[in-house]
């Protein structure tokens, strides 16, 4: 049994949204419906990200879409197709489970992941989730320490790490 497997303890600052960041050039509508990212045969390193959508009252949000995007290994985004891109909903207990792989960090960037969040009744959320422990992280111009993901760590294989994230009312 993984640490995943049992709803993660909300680590969000409920009560406070969580912080907007820019959407940037390369995100796409129309992503697949797909919570696993991996492609077939891929040596990359794997990450897990988990959490939930909540509201600032800390109530699980169920249904929530959660629009991924990132670039791949070799810190590309496919702007012509959908790798690296895809939406999943939240579950009845507000939980969400992106599988995917460690993008790397691209030119004028430190390490990260984008994501728009949007639910009934509730402001859309663009932002972007940071790693912590990376050497970029001090140097970007938009980085924001509440958007850092949560007990990132290694297990097996896979890099795990939590974020949770919190809607304001629409
Ligand atoms: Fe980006």
Redesign the pocket.
């Known amino acids: 049994m993984g640490r995943f497997d049992t709803t993660p303890e909300a680590t969000a600052d409920v009560g406070q949204p969580t912080p907007t960041l820019s959407e ?3 995100f796409k509508p129309g992503s697949p419906e797909e919570s696993s990212l991996v492609e077939n045969g891929s040596g990359a390193q794997r990450l897990l990200i988990a959490g939930r959508v909540l509201t600032t009252g800390g109530q699980a949000i169920s249904g929530a879409k959660l629009d991924f ?3 791949d290994e070799n810190g590309v ?1 496919d702007n012509g197709g959908c790798r690296y891109r895809g939406h999943q909903f939240s579950q009845q207990d507000g939980t969400y489970r992106l599988e995917t792989v460690l ?1 790397r960090v ?1 030119t004028g ?1 430190t390490r ?3 994501v728009k969040v949007s639910a009934n009744g509730m402001r859309e959320l663009t932002t ?1 989730l940071y790693f912590p422990g990376e050497p970029g992280n001090a140097g970007d111009r938009i980085f924001n320490e509440r958007l850092l993901l949560t007990n990132l760590q290694q297990s097996g294989n896979t890099l795990e790490g939590s974020f949770d994230f919190v809607l304001a009312p629409g």
Do not use: T, V
């Open positions: 940037g050039p390369y995007w990132q670039a985004y993008p691209y960037r990260h992941i984008h972007q």
